[in-house]
Antibody, heavy 116, light 108 residues
């Protein structure tokens, strides 16, 4: 059974960057399709991007193109999501999730607060 | 970009049937997933490929999809079903994942 463990809460200033990690257990990171999503306070789910098997590559939501980067450390089975040029509107809970038939395994979420 | 429209809220009496809709242009041509999210928790996949249930999801949860509307149906609603529900599809041709705005289900 896949389990995703995310890094702890972060507080960052506007204009800075944040990196959130997501460690996979119960399977290898190379065997899953990892995605990142977020949920702003009181709002719905937003997809940031992730691995698309048909393209054998990552794809990113248009709203985050150029500002988000997703990388993998296959030695430690840890995925990373970096979001740069942070704005107050980026304050949200960020989730990693694996996709098979849907987003079927989720991390516990990481609260990222952007505040001066 | 592809837009999915959900009602903000649905209320039903306990024991009754809740139907949550997800509207999109020719959504019947796409595969729809549904997620349940309770306060303070990560979402849980409850329906995939329009009507399939992951293991552990009760038969009370079912899905359908035709034309411009997909529907999540929950029979015998109880207080434990109170949550936000989101529909999700793959946009074509860019394969971006798209979510509806979410529907809050309340058992009156």
């Amino acid at each position: 059974h896949v389990h995703l463990e995310q890094s702890g809460a972060e507080v960052n200033k506007p204009g800075a960057s944040v990196t959130v990690s997501c460690r996979v257990s119960g399977d290898s990171l190379t065997q899953v399709s990892m995605h990142w999503l977020r949920q702003r306070p009181g709002k719905g789910l937003e997809w940031l991007g992730g691995f698309h098997p048909d393209d054998d590559d990552r794809i990113y939501a248009q709203d985050f193109q150029g500002r988000v980067s997703m990388t993998d450390d296959t030695v430690t089975d840890t995925a990373y999501m970096e979001l740069s040029s942070l704005k107050s509107e980026d304050t949200a809970i960020y989730y990693c999730a694996t996709e098979a038939v849907g987003f079927d395994h989720w991390g516990q979420g990481t609260l990222v607060t952007v505040s001066s | 970009s592809y837009v999915l429209t959900q009602p903000p809220s649905v209320s039903v009496a306990p024991g009754e049937t809740a139907r949550i809709t997800c509207g999109g242009d020719n959504i019947g041509d796409k595969s729809v997933q549904w997620y349940q999210q309770k306060p303070g928790q990560a979402p849980v996949l409850v329906i995939y490929y329009n009507y399939d249930r992951p293991s552990g999801i009760p038969e009370r949860f079912s899905g359908s999809n035709s034309g411009n509307t997909a529907t999540l149906t929950i029979t015998g609603v109880d207080a434990g079903d109170e949550a936000d529900y989101y529909c999700q599809v793959w946009e074509t041709p860019n394969h971006h994942r798209v979510f509806g705005g979410g529907t809050r289900l309340t058992a009156l």
